[in-house]
């Protein structure tokens, strides 16, 4: 293969020594894949598992420009890996695989992958796959928009001739497409180097994700520009593009999601209402309380497996945007309380628990609750969240968890609240416990929540059978919240100040979120009329991931709440209640459940359903 | 010289006769191909390691087949996609041909049809173990490096 040599001469000889890592769990194939690399002049890796590879991507986010991964595999399905390297690191993935059926190789693209390559691999084919490293190089640079300017002493002539017109490109691209032009300046990370072709990339950690995910909500699903993000994420360094980038990927995940929500949805209507379980979701810092508050074993089990757990980044903002809508004014104020007074904390921590798990199941569940809470708080939460002076952007989620916690006292079985409540509890607590990282929980735990991810989910599973005592154990929550669910129930009475409960839910709960969310529609319909109260559901439409939120009450009475909620991109949207006498019914059991959680946690929650009622 | 000349060409006349024959394919020039003075073994060492796989899967595969209480065929759909896929990547022709019928049956929920590929393939990896083996005997005996066959 002709190496091109682009850039200087210098030790970046790309695509000689790129680093590619290789996961395959044949030995047979993995030795002939590596062998096949190396023979292409790359700097190979190899692992025969998929946890390794995530581990040591973790490890170093720069060590790595492509990864190729085979589909099949033991530990881990090589989607679910694909998906986080693409939200965690943004590294090309090629799939591999000996079945090359189209329904598999849409998949792979759908999920993110940049190639499918069928076994047995040919080094013909593998002596062409920098081009995706270089694809995405450009890209970025395009997005940061400060390729244009030529760079001074580039090595190769070809090199800078490229680089000044793709440059060039760029910038009339962007010209035509954007307004500002300020982001370009913003590009920090643009590498002044044209010769290297690499630029730094932002990597999107769960402190930023978080901030991301905050602004989205703010702003709302539909309203939620690239720009308007950047502005509010106020994150240094980051350009226009790389939001718009990771925005489109967001949003992916959302439909993603929300097409298993969908499926999940029809699981959710077998939810069950459990006030005890909303009680004990309190307990469980929203880890548990997906658990308890998922009545259904089967739903939460549905709900948990169907829901990949890369769907956190959605998820967590659904979940959260549940919560938040639903809280009405009250749990604005409660809100509001919660940044301030910082004894709030104690919504904040139930709505930790509430998210507990944006698994599918418990999304469902949570649903329900944060459906009520919706109604109850008559989406005053919604806006509150984003005026939440939390100290970090994520405002939004803040208030959200509060809400969350609210209505998650009243519904019993709002596995989705639990993930909402997740996110938004995360939020919460976070401004309680000033740690901004449960936010940025939501956003996506690099390493941490995902490895979580993977070991809630077999909690969820503990969880669900244990409904009533899932202490934190809201595995299937989300798999990244794994963790936070663990911890979360312990916490969940007490002000959740570590983060690390937050981020994991919030990763999970955007996933969970989704599916929790149809789930919850389903869920509310059976408990209360919730649903049809939830008009707050808006805080959560910004997010893009929200669909499953969308539960739609069509219908005046409590039926299942209807898929087609989901089907609305990332918004969750409760209907207005149609009739008031709803209202009524909800209410009371939120109230018992608020009163339930109140005694738990102090109180907050109760506050914001009372003030509904 | 002569007899090294010989068994060189015993070596190639041998490997054309296996890829005549549909033992190897295509993917295992490559595989010779991809020999060279840094790994000068590859070849022999990739299909120890297939081997060595291969009757791991195949083990796999019989017990799978022979639960009494009910067959798990995803677990056997695993394990065959798994061979299918190695087979492939060496270029053993007939044992991943047997593979994609051994998973269509695998589909129906066929234990017989199940029962009967996995004897096909059994017997057709012990096949190509003893071709292979003397194939690399031969190599070694023609000097230690296998030629490229084409």
Known sequence: ?????????????????????????????????????????????????????????????????????????????????????????????????????????????????????????????????????????????????????????????????????????????????????????????????????????????????????????????????????????????????????????????????????????????????????????????????????????????????SFPPSGVLGRLNTPAGLGIRGLPSPGTIQLGHVQNSGNPTND??????????????????????????????????????????????????PGSGNLVDARITGFSNNPLLGVTSNSLMLEGSSQQATSHTSVSAIGFQNGNALSDFTSIAPASNQLQDSKAGSQGQASPINCNAGQIIRSAPQEWNAPRKDAPYQSHALINSSIPINSAMIQLGQCLDRNNSIFHRTTDLDLVGPLNFVDPLSIKHGEGDNSIMEPSVIEKEGYLMFQPRPHGSHVPDNIGSLEDLASAMMKQEGGCNGYSLRTSI | MDVVNQLQRQFIDYSASLHREGFLDDQFTQLQKLQDDNSPDFVVEVASLFFEDCEKLINNMARALEQQQGVDFRQVDASVHQLKGSSSSIGAMRVKDVCVAFRSFCEAQNREGCLRCLQQVTHEYSLLKNKLQTLFRQILAAGGSIPVVE
């Open chain 1, 348 to 397: 904040l921590s139930k709505l930790q628990s509430f998210v507990p798990g944006n698994h599918n199941t418990n999304i469902l569940q949570g649903m329900p609750m944060s459906l009520e809470l919706d109604r109850l708080q008559h989406n005053k939460s919604v806006g509150h969240i984003g005026e939440l002076p939390t100290t970090d952007s994520t405002t939004v989620f």
């Open chain 1, 1 to 305: 293969m002709t190496v091109e040599q682009i850039g200087s001469e210098g030790k970046d000889q790309f695509p000689i020594g790129m680093r590619v890592l290789a996961v395959d769990d044949d030995p047979t194939c993995l030795l002939l894949l590596g062998t096949l690399l190396r023979r292409c002049q790359y700097h190979v890796t190899t692992t025969s598992q998929a946890k390794t590879a995530l581990k040591m991507l973790r490890e170093n986010k720069n060590k790595f420009d492509l990864v190729i991964s085979d589909v099949h595999m033991p530990d881990m399905d090589g989607f679910k890996l694909l998906e986080h390297v693409g939200l965690e690191m943004d590294l090309p993935v090629i799939m591999l695989s000996a079945n090359g059926d189209t329904k598999l190789v849409m998949k792979g693209i759908t999920h993110g992958a940049c190639d499918y390559l069928l076994k047995p691999v040919r080094i013909e084919e593998l002596q062409n796959i920098w081009q995706h490293v270089v694809r995405r190089k450009k890209k970025d640079r395009c997005n940061s928009g400060s390729k244009d300017k030529p760079h001074p002493d580039s090595g190769e002539a070809v090199g800078i001739g490229n680089v000044d017109n793709n440059g060039k490109l760029n910038k009339k691209r962007k010209d035509q497409n954007e307004d500002e032009d300020d982001e370009r300046d913003e590009n920090g990370h643009d590498n002044e180097d044209p010769s290297a072709q690499k630029k730094p990339r932002v990597v999107w950690s769960v402190e930023l994700h978080r901030k991301f995910v905050a602004a989205v909500n703010q702003l709302g699903i539909d309203k939620a520009v690239p720009k308007k993000i950047l502005e509010l994420m106020n994150v240094e360094k980051l350009t226009r593009e790389n939001v718009a980038s990771h925005l489109q990927k967001f949003r992916l995940y959302l439909k993603r999601i929300s097409c298993v929500a969908n499926q999940q949805a029809n699981m959710a209507a077998a939810l069950g209402t459990a006030d005890s379980a909303y009680l004990r979701m309190g307990s469980l810092n929203g880890l548990g309380n997906f658990h308890t508050l998922a009545g259904s074993d089967q739903l939460h089990n549905a709900a948990f497996r």
